[in-house]
């Protein structure tokens, strides 16, 4: 499985952006799509994620409100949908791919490569 992130930039707070996780080499059909974060120095933290089949998500208490996950199946591609960003927002994004709905990181086996998002004040 290859996942590949797109969509990060540079927007001012109260902005909005779209992150993408385009998959290839299997479909996301039975599996799980997280979203996380990391800054420099910090663990990579929890964000969102998908339950492709059911559509289940979960969310970070400090995105829940603003951020939206959600997919494309003729694309086979999960976005997070990031509304009233604020600059602790600040970080590189990174899609993985797990089994399960799971804030856990140890539980995602593919990582796309990273798209850096900076809120400006």
């Known amino acids: 499985v290859q996942l590949q992130a797109s969509g990060g930039g540079l927007v001012q707070a109260g902005g909005s952006l779209r992150l993408s996780c385009a998959a290839s080499g299997r479909t996301f059909i039975e599996y799980a799509v997280g979203w996380f974060r990391q800054v420099p120095g910090k663990e990579r933290e929890f964000v969102a994620a998908?339950?492709?089949?059911?559509?289940?998500?979960s969310y970070a208490d400090s995105v829940k409100g603003r951020f939206t996950i959600s997919r494309d199946n003729a694309k086979n591609t999960v976005y997070l949908h990031m509304n009233g960003l604020k600059p602790e927002d600040t970080a590189v994004y990174y899609c993985?791919?797990?089994?399960?709905?799971?804030?856990?990181?140890?539980?995602?086996?593919?990582w796309g490569q990273g798209t850096l998002v900076t809120v400006s004040s």
């Open positions: 993985g791919h797990s089994y399960e709905i799971t804030t856990d990181k140890g539980m995602y086996d593919y």
């Open positions: 998908l339950m492709w089949i059911r559509g289940d998500t």
